[in-house]
């Protein structure tokens, strides 16, 4: 993949159940005949971009996720290294995921996971697949940490939640869908809210400089009003990026570019 050069590619950031809008997002680009030829995620946007690249629709997508509540994602476990873990998304990615190596994908992919043991950003797009893609999605403390080759893996989000870096320089035209707008809480009543809270903040960093690397970038406002592990919002988020897709894409302009 190195040194080729795509025509449109897709960076999605991560948010947890908020990445629902990523579908929506996809779906409004496809109908618009807007086909991202390289995808870039992180978190949430790393498994919405597994099931795209793997050849799952959007809509099917949302299909196969919205069936499961929020403990169908997520499995408690002792609270060593964290309160819960992803064995409910890793079952959903091997019965419908067909590739099980970076390889094996339609369309190519870059994931983005935290070294912790060497605290910097890692940007996956070869070898093994789904545990590369758990890992990109284990917020810290609430979900464990992904050891791949004795190195601990967390979160993309943490250090890079909008992974342009891998693609930038390959792609006449970049698209980014970023989930996380920052609305004001009033309260904090356990230890999982206030986890969420910091997570969502910690990933909005950035992002106004980010955004500037982006010929369409695509951040819904409504979104602040979601939480980040909530899946039974997940058809209204869905929606939410949709429209705001759809809104960006009235501009002839934006047409233009990725026609």
Same mark, same amino acid.
């Given at each position: 993949?190195?040194?080729?050069?795509y025509n449109t590619g897709l960076v999605l950031s991560g948010g947890g159940t908020r990445g629902f809008a990523h579908l929506g997002v996809l779906k409004?680009?496809?109908?618009?005949?807007?086909?991202?030829?390289?995808?870039?995620?992180?978190?949430?946007? #790393?498994?919405? +971009?597994?099931?795209y690249c793997d050849g799952i629709s959007p809509t099917e997508t949302l299909k196969i996720m919205k069936g499961s509540r929020l403990l169908n994602y997520m499995r408690p476990t002792m609270p060593r290294d964290g309160l819960l873990q992803l064995s409910g998304i890793k079952k959903i990615l091997e019965d419908h995921v067909t590739a099980r190596r970076f390889e094996d994908?339609?369309?190519?992919?870059?994931v983005s996971a935290t070294d912790l043991?060497?605290?910097?950003?890692?940007?996956?797009?070869r070898g093994d697949l789904l545990e590369v893609v758990i890992a990109s999605a284990s917020i810290p403390v609430l979900f464990k940490p992904v050891v791949i080759n004795d190195i601990f893996y967390a979160d993309g989000g943490i250090l890079d939640n909008m992974p342009v870096l891998p693609i930038e320089n390959?792609?006449? #035209?970049?698209? +980014?869908?970023?989930?996380?707008?920052v609305g004001k809480e009033k309260s904090f009543h356990n230890l999982i809210k206030i986890t969420e809270r910091t997570f969502t903040i910690m990933m909005a960093k950035e992002i106004i400089e980010k955004s500037r690397r982006f010929n369409l970038f695509i951040s819904p406002a409504e979104l602040r009003?979601?939480?980040i592990l909530n899946p039974e919002d997940a058809e209204d988020v869905f929606r939410i990026g949709y429209r705001a897709t759809i809104e960006k894409l009235n501009d002839s302009k934006v047409l233009k570019l990725f026609s």
């Open positions: 993949m190195a040194g080729e050069i409004a680009l496809n109908e618009a005949g807007i086909y991202p030829d390289v995808v870039s995620g992180t978190s949430a946007g #790393a498994l919405a +971009g597994l099931m994908l339609k369309i190519p992919l870059y043991n060497n605290g910097r950003p890692v940007y996956f797009s390959q792609c006449r #035209a970049i698209i +980014g869908s970023f989930v996380n707008p009003d979601y939480g």
